[in-house]
Nanobody, 119 residues
Framework: QVQLVESGGGLVQVGGSLSLSCLAS????????MGWFRQAPGKDREFVAR????????YYKDSLKGRFIIARDNAKNTLYLQMNSLKPEDTAVYYC????????????WGQGTQVTVSS
């Protein structure tokens, strides 16, 4: 079992920055990939970025490249998402997730943290 707890969400003005964290606990050493997703009101959840837990290889949603940065600190079992030049359309609940038991699916999810970008 893996537990994921996000933090760092809040209210920020357009053009501002925000950094999210996701603290992982449990059998995290067996996980392959960790990722960030988001869900805006009335919309489906969408992929934001992912990183391989061991090598640190990253992959982003095309439209977010250059503004968002995903990183991890293995020693602290923590995943990060640095969000810059924020736009109102970035408003969403942000979730971290982990692929541990399967190469295909994200098996574990956090409870989410709200990010609101005001104009």
């Amino acid at each position: 079992q893996v537990q994921l707890v996000e933090s760092g969400g809040g209210l920020v003005q357009v053009g501002g920055s925000l950094s999210l964290s996701c603290l992982a606990s449990g059998r995290i050493s067996g996980c392959y990939v960790m990722g960030w997703f988001r869900q805006a009101p009335g919309k489906d959840r969408e992929f934001v970025a992912r990183i391989t837990w061991s090598a640190g290889s990253t992959y982003y949603k095309d439209s977010l490249k250059g503004r968002f940065i995903i990183a991890r600190d293995n020693a602290k079992n923590t995943l990060y998402l640095q969000m810059n030049s924020l736009k109102p359309e970035d408003t969403a609940v942000y979730y971290c997730a982990a692929k541990c038991d399967s190469f295909d699916d994200y098996d574990y999810w956090g409870q989410g943290t709200q990010v609101t970008v005001s104009s």
